[in-house]
């Protein structure tokens, strides 16, 4: 039995593989990737590759064993038909009998565009037959904390979100919530609304940037459209850019708020804060 991590060398998949590392022997973990360059380091641990592309189904062929449990982390290639691919790694892992597959989703209270693929992937998951673990994962801090250079340049957080908050975790938590799941018993068939313990708001979290960095950073609220073109303006594909503007309309009527409690009592301790992210980031 192995436990397979698809993605493994993107954001996510790197902090589950490594948490995986510390609860079994690397001879239990394949990591599926892309490109085998990126995951050397994983392969010099011990970790076994399966090189495959969600877009050829081919090289899924014969990759999964009965009883595996498998983590299928969604695809982040949104022109190029993530529920086609997703729906690869369901038929390989239907094929071999899979003991789990929990897929990395969304928060089912989300009905933005972005969240489309996500049920789409449910539905062909539920349909399969196979014994699932729907993993919804909230927002990360990450998505904020990483892109802080122009908030510091400009002295302004600028989102569409209004007052809305937002149930943010970091990405090690989501990713200890996999491994729980993983490596525990008593998942199969049961879903899981997962966010951090703490809901923001955007002029919360300028107020905390604006206390650890001493400078005056504030909040400027833009309509959803003015956001999206901020963000094509960036350098965003513009149908990205609206599907991302879409989700701080979401923000705004509370779809990002989850309090279900599932991401602690999972992992075991209470969820990172965004203050500690902010710090980890400005110390980067």
Do not use: C
């Amino acid at each position: 039995m192995s436990i397979v991590v698809t993605g493994a060398t993107g954001h996510l998949g790197r902090h589950v593989v490594e948490q995986l590392l510390e609860k079994v022997p690397a001879q239990q973990i394949t990591a599926v990737v892309r490109d085998e360059e990126k995951a050397a380091g994983l392969a010099a641990r011990g970790v076994r590759l399966a090189v495959a592309d969600y877009n050829a189904p081919e090289t899924f062929d014969g990759l999964f064993a009965a009883g595996d449990k498998v983590l299928l982390i969604s695809g982040n290639e949104f022109a190029k038909g993530r529920v086609q691919q997703h729906r690869v790694v369901i038929d390989a892992a239907k094929a071999a009998g899979v003991a789990l597959l929990a897929y990395t989703s969304a928060p089912g209270t989300l009905t933005a565009a972005l969240a489309d693929d996500h049920r789409a992937t449910e539905e062909a998951l539920l349909a399969s037959g196979l014994p699932y673990a729907l993993l919804r994962n909230g927002w990360y801090h990450e998505n904020y904390t990483e892109n802080l250079a122009p908030v510091l340049e400009h002295g302004a957080v600028v989102a569409a979100a209004g007052g809305g908050r937002v149930s943010s975790a970091s990405r090690a938590d989501y990713a200890a919530a996999a491994v729980a799941v993983l490596t525990g018993e008593g998942h199969e068939n049961t879903t899981y609304e997962l966010g951090g313990d703490e809901a923001w708001s955007f002029a919360e979290y300028a107020a905390e940037l604006s206390r650890q960095t001493g400078r005056e950073i504030v909040y400027n609220p833009v309509s959803v459209e003015a956001f999206a073109g901020i963000l094509a303006g960036a350098g965003l594909p513009e149908p990205l850019a609206g599907i991302l503007a879409g989700v701080d309309a979401s923000v705004e009527k509370g779809e990002l708020v989850v309090s279900s409690g599932d991401l602690s009592r999972l992992i075991g301790r209470p969820t990172t804060p965004l203050a500690e992210a902010v710090s980890a980031t400005l110390k980067g």
